[in-house]
């Protein structure tokens, strides 16, 4: 009897030969031969899991409010948008790429902008800046990040000039 789950792989035929009288018959029998299970089982975490982390990188980020903005700066004292990205995510267990499009091109997960979460990545400029979801209150979302020069990390609203400059969005968690 085959166990829950086995893989059978292809049927082997075995032939035997019987005698009756003068003539010869040929039966051939199939014989299923079980092989281990290759069912690689990927275990699927609950969204309430997945969810925690990203909620993990939003109270890191929050902690990042105020720091300065630094071009090429990855933390902990300064940052750039991807830095602080990286960072915050990093934090909460997930490794992501350095730039904000390798983060965009890197994270497999999209999302459209009327499903964003706490927690996920959202994508301006063509790829050219990068935020995490802070809020969402109804049709109102905040972003934490490193806006440019001569400013600090800090949280805005996605506004109609945002909104305008959006690229997309994705869930690394």
Partial sequence: M??????LAPTVLTASTASASSDTVATVTPVAIPTAAA????KQTSWSKRHKVGLTAVAVARKQIGKPYRYGGDGPSSFDCSGLVQYV???????LPRTADAQHRH????????DLATGDLVYFYGDGHTGIVSKVKGRKVYMIHAPHSGTHVKQVLINSYYRAHFNGAARPY
């Fill in 2 to 7: 085959l166990a829950a789950g086995a893989v």
């Fill in 39 to 42: 069912s690689t089982t990927t």
């Fill in 89 to 95: 995510y990093r934090k909460a267990g997930v490794k």
């Fill in 107 to 114: 994270v497999k997960r999209h999302v459209k902008f009327s």
